[in-house]
């Protein structure tokens, strides 16, 4: 694609979808938009968006297409093992030490996708703490993801391969499809959000967001950064994914807590 040519697709989404695409890497962007025009058999970019003015369902789709989504519960187990024995303890240790016992954790799965890594946290939750009255706010950009996670599913083997057959038992139906069940789904407060542009909550003792900012520009992750850095309690931890590193952590206020993790100091 052509640089006369992506900024005009540029302009038009921000206009249409109200997504800037500034934030996001250029050529995996192009590639990815390349595609999607030829899937859509038109001949180029103005008719496509004099198309989808006209045409919501396919407005949805491109904006949708736009978001990655590729998820599965516990992706990369490792991590999620470490966040299950030593982090979530911890905050657990601290907020007890701090106040009230009794106190759960307030948790954002950031970039959620279709819920799953939502859903994982509520299944640790339970197990390490299921007399808590723990807070689970999970946010997206996409509202076709966002749609499927307010259903509770269905998901794929894929997506659920990582679960213990104890897990699929206690958190999932699986007769018609595989459903995480609703008490445990109604715990998970879920919201439309575009976190480059929108404020955050704060005071959360955890975040999660894993496998989102690989997409966006060095600009649009130290925004990112800072801003989750606000959004965390002193002692915070912020949770990515296995490849997203943040270069000079203490220059933001984070010091490193182990592969994947970032702690907030106090």
């Known amino acids: 694609m052509e640089t006369e040519t992506y900024s005009l697709v540029k302009t038009s989404v921000k206009k249409i979808l109200d997504i800037d695409l500034t934030y996001y890497k250029d050529e995996q962007m192009k590639r990815r938009l390349d595609s999607w025009l030829a899937r859509s058999r038109l001949s180029d970019w103005p008719e496509y968006f004099h198309m989808i003015s006209q ?16 998820t599965e519960f516990f992706r990369d ?16 240790k601290d907020n007890a030490r701090n106040g009230d016992p009794r ?6 799965s950031a970039g959620c996708s279709i819920g799953v890594e939502a859903y994982t946290l509520t299944m640790l939750l339970d197990e390490i703490a299921p007399n808590l009255n723990h807070f689970l706010l999970a946010s997206d950009l996409d509202r076709g993801a966002l749609t499927k996670a307010r259903a509770r599913g269905p998901y794929n083997q894929d997506e659920i391969r990582n679960l213990t057959p104890e897990q699929r038992a206690r958190y999932m139906d699986l ?5 995480v069940k609703s008490s445990f789904a109604s715990r998970v407060t879920f919201r439309e959000q575009n976190m480059l542009v929108d404020r ?21 992750k130290q925004l990112l950064y800072t801003k989750f850095h606000a959004a965390l309690r002193p002692g915070g931890v912020l949770f990515l994914g296995g490849t997203e590193i ?15 993790f970032y702690l907030k100091q106090s």
């Not at 106190?103 to 954002?108: A, C, E, I, S, Y």
């Not at 007769?175 to 459903?179: D, E, K, S």
């Not at 270069?247 to 010091?255: A, L, Y």
């Open 175 to 179: 007769g018609a499809g595989n459903y």
């Open 103 to 108: 106190k759960g954790l307030r948790v954002w």
């Open 77 to 92: 187990p490792d991590r999620w093992n470490m966040l299950r024995r030593d982090v979530m303890p911890q905050l657990l």
């Open 200 to 220: 955050f909550d704060n005071g959360f003792d955890l975040i999660v967001c894993r496998n989102v900012v690989i997409y966006f520009t060095n600009d649009a």
């Open 55 to 70: 045409n919501i369902e396919e407005r949805d789709r491109f904006r949708n297409y736009l978001t990655i989504n590729v």
């Open 246 to 260: 943040i270069p000079r952590p203490t220059e933001i206020g984070f010091r490193n807590h182990g592969v994947s």
